[in-house]
C-alpha cells in the first residue's frame, strides 16, 4: 500500500515558477512508476509528466515538454515536479500517482495509487 501526499501549490503570476512535491508513504514507492496528472474545472483529467523507478527514463505531455521537469529522490521516498514558464492554461489541480508495473501510462486509470491533489492557479 503506498500514500501520497502532494504539497507546493498556490497562485504564481504567468511566467513564474512552482515546484510540486509528492510524499510518499511505504518503503516499496522507490520501486514504483510515478505520474503527474492534472484536472482542470469541467474537463478531464490529463496527463502532465511519468517517471520511471530509477529516474532514468521520463515522459511528458506536449503542452508541457521544455517547461517542466519531473524528479524523484527515493531516499526520501518524493516526486517533484518544476513547473516553469507557468501559463493560465497550467491552471488546475495536480495529482501524482503511482503504480508498480514499470511503464510510463499516461492514461489515469493505469496507476493505482493517487494522491488528494493540489491547486494550482496562474494568473495573466
Known amino acids: 500500500q503506498v500514500q501520497l501526499v502532494e504539497s507546493g501549490g498556490g497562485l504564481v503570476q504567468a511566467g513564474g515558477s512552482l515546484r510540486l512535491s509528492c510524499a510518499a508513504s511505504g518503503r516499496t514507492f522507490r520501486t514504483y512508476t510515478m505520474g503527474w496528472f492534472r484536472q482542470a474545472p469541467g474537463k478531464e483529467r490529463e496527463f502532465v509528466a511519468a517517471?520511471?523507478?530509477?529516474?532514468?527514463?521520463?515522459k511528458y505531455a506536449d503542452s508541457v515538454k521544455g517547461r517542466f521537469t519531473i524528479s524523484r529522490d527515493n531516499t526520501k521516498d518524493t516526486g517533484y515536479l518544476q513547473m516553469n514558464s507557468l501559463k493560465p492554461e497550467d491552471t488546475s489541480v495536480y495529482y501524482c500517482a503511482a503504480d508498480p508495473l514499470p511503464v510510463l501510462f499516461i492514461i489515469p486509470k493505469h496507476y493505482q495509487y493517487w494522491g488528494q491533489g493540489t491547486q494550482v492557479t496562474v494568473s495573466s
Open positions: 517517471i520511471s523507478w530509477s529516474g532514468g527514463s521520463t
